[in-house]
Nanobody
Framework: VQLQASGGGLVQAGGSLRLSCAAS????????MGWYRQAPGKQRELVAT???????NYADSVKGRFTISRDNAKNTAYLQMNSLEPDDTAVYYC?????????WGQGTQVTVSS
């Protein structure tokens, strides 16, 4: 199973970015899909998750600004990020749960300038 994340970049505060994460390979079914992030010198933290049924969960710091979604037919998760802040600067990783296993993408850098 491979996860390909894309959509990161440099944006000014207040701007928007949309991350995508496409899963490929031998996938029977995907349960939860999620986005995590890790800023320099900090631990990796949860940003948002979405279940196979579409139920979502967000970190308090991104509620109202970020929206997670998924396209089950394409095995792809998305993270729409609006009103970005400098504190959102981090490497963003996608994660999927398939069966009893977890898979991680390679990470995509998001940098928000003030």
């Amino acid at each position: 199973v491979q996860l390909q994340a894309s959509g990161g970049g440099l944006v000014q505060a207040g701007g928007s970015l949309r991350l995508s994460c496409a899963a490929s390979g031998s996938i029977f079914s995907i349960n939860n899909m999620g986005w995590y992030r890790q800023a320099p010198g900090k631990q990796r933290e949860l940003v948002a998750t979405i279940t196979s049924g579409g139920r979502t969960n967000y970190a308090d710091s991104v509620k109202g600004r970020f929206t997670i979604s998924r396209d089950n037919a394409k095995n792809t998760a998305y993270l729409q990020m609006n009103s970005l802040e400098p504190d959102d600067t981090a490497v963003y990783y996608c994660n999927i749960e398939s069966g009893s296993r977890n898979y991680w993408g390679q990470g995509t850098q998001v940098t928000v300038s003030s």
